[in-house]
């Protein structure tokens, strides 16, 4: 019997592109024709030898043409192949020649000879479909790199590079040809060299880690570009044995960031310039009337007060939102008491002469590390929607709670509450239950902002509710 490799290799030799013996567009007979004429060819062979050895010629012969016909053609050509050979061996090789052996040891032998055939054509064909479906994958994974948009590189941990795909070279203006001689870091720029060599460094200190890290790569031309790249360590991977590093061109993005950005610092200052003028204007003008007892104008004065107030609150919120938007609300992380923060909150809202009272519940002492104006905003946020969406109760209750590894701050009202069809939709934006939005002022936006701070600390933000009962909003962040 043959030798498992010598299979192989004759599998591979037959593998290589052979348009006679290609089956693809061939009627199905044509397979059959051809597995019988192989078998004449080996016949032909095996009698031309037989004339000058004798009767020991070897049978490998019509194995090579079972393995010749089950890779091109499958298994059933392989079967005739083999009952066709079994035949023709009776009939010429065993003794008496030119006529059909009925010896039971010749019959025996062929037995062997069949059985053998059939394994083989059996184990060629499983074989065939195993190699074709590798050489498939191989060819789907070749070609879904190569026409990636995502630039995809293999790099040595000196940063030397081995493999690079078009997109590579389309986004950096460099060929593989470049590569030979230029470096990953060659391509960095020099102020943020260290930093991506860090993350370059801690991906290939940890097996199967993956780093996104944003940076810039200077073109070939020399103008720099913005990539948003993947470090993924995949030097234990036998098949890759390198580090990987995919990336995208995101140039245009980091611009129109930066344009957004910009537009942000000058519309938010262009904006509060003057309303904190108006706003400084009319306490003067409040407290004027006042003195001069002059109550109609005061009240008047107060309401337009008010109403600035409003504005200044809603460019805020349509701010914020701009900045959630593009991605560019940054938060300054400090370490802070968060019950110092809840009473600084409470106390400032709590007015003389306001309907509602802030109750707040002694809660356990907790240290937060976080942005403490935006979790002060999302605080504010509910104690204001509290108040105003409860307009017959005269009550706020704040109270907070360790609840596993976080810190959960409760708002309870006794107001007019949120249906269940629409409880899930309130922390979307623009967001605004049917029924209040005659009745009370507002653009939807709070409650998506806060949902979005808390998440941006690793927090999540929820609210039990029950219609014309009252709500408990909740937002928990990390110890
Ligand atoms: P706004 O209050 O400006 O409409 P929010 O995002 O703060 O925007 O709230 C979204 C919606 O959720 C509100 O319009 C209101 O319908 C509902 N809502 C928020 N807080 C409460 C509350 N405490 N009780 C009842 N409904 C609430």
């Known amino acids: 019997m043959w030798k498992e490799d010598q299979i192989t290799n004759v599998l591979n030799l037959t593998m290589k592109n052979n348009s006679f013996l290609k089956s693809a567009a061939k009627p199905w007979y ?18 031309s030898f037989f004339y000058s050895l004798g009767s020991k010629t070897p049978f490998l012969l019509y194995f090579a043409v079972i393995i010749i016909v089950v890779r091109f053609y ?34 025996l032998q062929l037995i062997i000879f069949l059985l053998e055939c059939f394994l083989l054509a059996y184990t060629g064909d499983s074989l065939g479909k195993v190699v074709n479906h590798v050489a498939e994958t191989q060819r789907t994974f070749k070609v ?4 990636s948009s995502d630039g995809v590189m293999m790099l040595k941990l000196d940063g030397h590079i081995t493999y690079s795909n078009p997109a590579v070279w389309k986004i950096t203006g460099y060929t593989s040809e470049d590569f030979k001689s230029l ?38 031309l020399g103008h720099p570009i913005w990539v948003e790249s993947t470090i993924t360590n995949l030097i234990e991977e036998p098949s890759v044995k390198s580090m990987v590093v995919s990336f995208i061109d995101v140039t245009e993005r980091v611009v129109r960031d930066h344009q957004m950005e910009d537009f942000i610092g000058v519309a938010s200052h ?22 001069e007892e002059n109550v109609t104008s005061a009240i008047l ?27 560019i609300m940054h938060l300054n992380k400090v370490h802070f008491d968060l019950n110092d ?7 400032s809202m709590q007015n003389p002469g306001q309907k509602h009272q802030i109750i707040t519940e002694p809660g356990p002492a907790v240290i937060i590390n976080g942005d403490k104006d935006r979790i002060g905003q999302v605080l504010i946020n509910l104690l204001s929607n509290g108040m105003k969406y409860s307009p017959d109760a005269n009550s706020i209750h704040v109270f907070t709670k360790i609840e596993d590894n976080f810190i959960v701050i409760y708002v309870k009202d006794n107001g007019i509450g ?5 409880i899930d939709k309130i922390f979307d934006r623009f967001y605004r239950v049917g029924n209040v939005k005659e009745s009370f002022q507002g653009l939807g936006l709070g409650l998506y902002i806060s949902s979005q701070i808390v998440v941006r600390h690793g927090g999540r933000m929820g609210v039990s509710s029950e219609e014309n009962k009252g709500s408990v909003f909740w937002f928990s962040l990390p110890l």
């Open 30 to 47: 044509i397979k059959y024709i051809i597995s019988l004429f192989l078998v004449a060819v080996a016949t032909g062979l095996k009698l």
């Open 183 to 220: 470096d990953f870091w060659a391509m960095l720029v020099h102020e943020e060299m260290s930093y991506v060599k860090e993350k370059f460094y801690n991906s290939a200190s940890h097996t199967d880690r993956s780093i996104k890290v944003q940076h810039k790569i200077i073109h070939k």
């Open 341 to 347: 923060l809840i009473s600084e909150i409470t106390d």
């Open 270 to 291: 262009e904006l509060k310039t003057p309303l904190t003028s108006l706003k400084a204007y009319t306490q003067v003008l409040e407290m004027r009337m006042k003195k």
């Open 301 to 327: 004065v107060n309401k337009i007060d008010k109403q600035i107030n409003r504005v200044v609150s809603m460019i805020f919120d349509l701010l914020d939102v701009t900045k959630l938007q593009s991605g």
């Open 74 to 107: 499958g298994k059933w050509p392989a079967v005739f192949a083999c009952i066709l050979s079994t035949i023709v061996i009776n009939y010429f090789f065993f003794p008496p020649y030119y006529s059909f052996s009925i010896k039971e040891n010749d019959a």
């Open 418 to 422: 949120i249906s269940r069809e629409e």
């Open 144 to 147: 879904l790199i190569e026409k």
